[in-house]
């Protein structure tokens, strides 16, 4: 299984042009700027539009429109998690959004404790502490979710939300990947190569 990972696009999306060929295409947040319903659904036209066999997505913290959406009218092999799962192939992917709404309510704590322990594939938008979460002056990733990808101990756990720490790195046997696609002056960098490839 060939995964290919996209983040924060921020409108720009419709610039990839050159995608590499990958089995499942995972976008995990933040596809709009000003989280308005027409930049979601001009993403969205184009993501369900991409020929990947299986493509899914979460919101980040832009996408404001989608707090407490329900979607529906999406292509079959168009996923769009909200702390929720879907198993393909027999590999589980979980998703779980950013919405500040959560951050502030305290509702995120819960939603990080809700992540599956036998999760293959864990895609959030918030890094977890120290882990490409590095902005030049603070480490914006999550603690909480940090214990808890340590505890379940994904295969991949792929996240975007800090445009200046795009990369990957292999800690505790997990592979993280930060795949933002803009940088820190929102221009849509060269980088474009965070393709996995998975045993089933």
């Known amino acids: 299984m060939t995964i290919l990972h996209l983040s924060d696009t921020h409108n720009l999306h419709r610039q990839l042009t050159d995608l590499p060929d990958a089995n499942i295409l995972i976008h ?14 001009d993403f969205l036209n184009w993501f369900c539009d991409l020929p990947y066999q299986h493509k899914i ?38 998703g779980m959004p950013m919405f500040v709404e959560d951050a502030i309510e305290g509702k995120d704590k ?3 404790q809700a992540i599956p322990a036998d999760t ?27 214990e808890k990808v340590n505890s379940v101990k994904p295969k991949l756990h792929l996240f975007g939300h800090i445009h200046s720490n795009y990369g990957r790195i292999v800690h505790s046997g ?19 190569t965070n393709l996995f490839y998975l045993k089933r």
């Not at 995990?28 to 659904?41: K, N, Y």
């Not at 959030?124 to 979710?145: A, R, V």
């Not at 997990?174 to 474009?192: C, H, P, Q, T, W």
Request: glycine share 10%.
């Open 28 to 41: 995990s947040g933040d596809f709009t700027m000003a989280g308005t319903e027409q930049e979601a659904i």
């Open 57 to 94: 997505f979460i919101a980040g913290n832009h996408d404001t429109c989608l707090y407490g959406a329900t979607l529906s009218g999406l292509d079959e092999n168009c996923h769009y998690l909200c702390n929720s799962g879907i198993c393909i192939d027999g590999v589980k992917f979980y």
């Open 110 to 112: 819960y939603s990080i």
């Open 120 to 146: 293959d594939v864990l895609i959030t938008h918030c890094p977890p502490l120290d882990i490409l979460d590095y902005d030049g002056k603070y480490h914006y990733g999550s603690n909480d979710l940090w």
């Open 174 to 192: 997990i592979i993280f990947s930060n795949a933002s696609m803009v940088d820190e002056g929102y221009l849509l960098r060269k980088e474009r």
